[in-house]
């Protein structure tokens, strides 16, 4: 049996009539159509819950308060009952009538088979120069961290068999838009792909879910996949913003000088009013960037917020002290200004940094 996920956020439009020339295509293959729908505002979940009450093979996962491509196809995956799982987009630019193919692909060769645009016979249809370029950049960069090689791994158009998804679930990384990828990624090496050529086709009805947030997300998992495990990403976005922080607090600074003195030297008073002003303000910089980017999965609202910033100026007060204390340290037994300036400085990071991970943002 085929079990076929189709993801959707915003797709109402779409839906009935996809459904039907799916079920067309894959009349002579016994399957299910699993549609994920996470809660959209244009009530994607109702059209496919109307769908899904007069067809036994057609089922909805509708996901309350959460996001995300790839979580979606996996958790449409757990649910399945088939041998081989599929995924297509649900806005009509994959190619249904290859469906069969795919699935009697990945049932002969207990892996994956990949809907590709980028194997001889296959095309991006018409797409811009610049759309095309960004993917072959993407493409190259992700095929370097892929275990087993196919020419177009971020393809969204695929099926894998069950055995194979069983074998690579605990080791999945369900993050953003990329699952085919996560797969080739982790999978054994010995997995058996096939590609199939198609025309990535046009958008029936609605708007594209490929936002800038979406490919900020590809880099950061990329950096995951590969890095990862030696410097944990959310360390990396932390230092990020610690570095833009250090811009605003020096822009900061020489704005409210500029305020008290002008372009005249300021007093001893006006000077420390400046940096004492100029630093709460990269604190606060700060703690929203980290809240909305650095620590998003476990983003402090409201009230939350109020005395998480509280928590993050305690972290950073302590940090300052930490720094303070081993730069001064090490000068006093003889180390270079520098070097105990430096080591002071990462010590402060990592210890401000650790103490907002288990008291502001555990969690
Ligand atoms: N469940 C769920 N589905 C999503 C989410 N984001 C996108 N989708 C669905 O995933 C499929 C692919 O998204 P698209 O916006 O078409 O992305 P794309 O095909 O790479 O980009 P375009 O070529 O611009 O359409 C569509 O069926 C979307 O409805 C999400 O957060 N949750
Ligand atoms: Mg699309």
Redesign the pocket.
């Known amino acids: 049996m085929f079990s076929l996920i189709?993801?959707?956020?915003?797709?109402a439009e779409n839906i009935p009539e996809l459904v039907r020339s799916i079920k067309n295509a894959l009349a002579c293959v016994p399957h299910e159509i699993i549609i994920?729908?996470?809660d959209s505002p244009d009530k994607t979940w109702h059209i496919a819950q109307e769908i899904a009450h007069d067809q036994d093979d057609v089922h909805i996962i509708r996901?309350v308060g959460r996001?995300?491509?790839s979580s979606?196809v996996i958790e449409g995956f757990l649910s399945a009952k088939g041998d081989v799982f599929g995924v297509m987009?649900?806005?009509g630019?994959h190619d249904e009538s290859l469906l069969p193919a795919l699935y009697e692909a990945a049932l002969a060769n207990g892996g994956i088979s990949v809907g590709s645009r980028y194997t001889e016979g296959g095309s991006v249809g018409e797409w811009d120069e610049q759309r095309y370029l960004l993917s072959r950049i993407a493409t190259k960069l992700a095929m370097s961290l892929c275990k087993v090689k196919v020419k177009d791994p971020m393809s969204?158009f695929f099926a894998v068999h069950r055995s194979t998804f069983e074998k690579v679930l605990p080791t999945l990384n369900p993050k953003g838009?990329k699952i085919l990828l996560d797969f080739l990624v982790h999978v054994p090496k010995e997995t058996r792909a096939e590609e199939i050529p198609f025309t990535f086709g046009k958008?029936m009805h609605g708007e594209?879910?490929?936002s800038r947030r979406v490919q900020i997300e590809f880099l950061e998992y990329l950096y995951d996949v590969a890095l990862g495990r030696f410097i944990p990403l959310v360390f990396v976005k932390y230092c990020i913003v610690g570095s833009m922080g250090v811009i605003v607090h020096v822009s900061a600074f020489s704005l409210i000088s500029y305020f008290f003195a002008g372009a005249a030297e300021p007093t001893f008073r006006q000077f420390s009013l400046s940096v004492a002003v100029a630093i709460e303000t990269a604190v606060v910089f700060n703690f929203l960037l980290n809240n909305a980017w650095t620590f998003s999965h476990v983003r402090l609202k409201g009230r939350a917020a109020l005395v998480g910033f509280l928590k993050f100026n305690g972290a950073c007060l302590f940090g300052a002290l930490a720094n303070y204390a081993v730069s001064a340290f090490l000068f006093s037994f003889g180390f270079a200004k520098i070097l105990s300036v430096v080591v002071g400085a990462f010590t402060g990071v990592i210890w401000n940094y650790t103490m907002n991970r288990m008291l502001t943002w555990r969690h």
């Open positions: 189709l993801p959707t956020y915003n797709e994920v729908d996470d996901r996001r995300g491509l979606a987009d649900a806005d630019q969204g838009f958008r594209s879910k490929l």
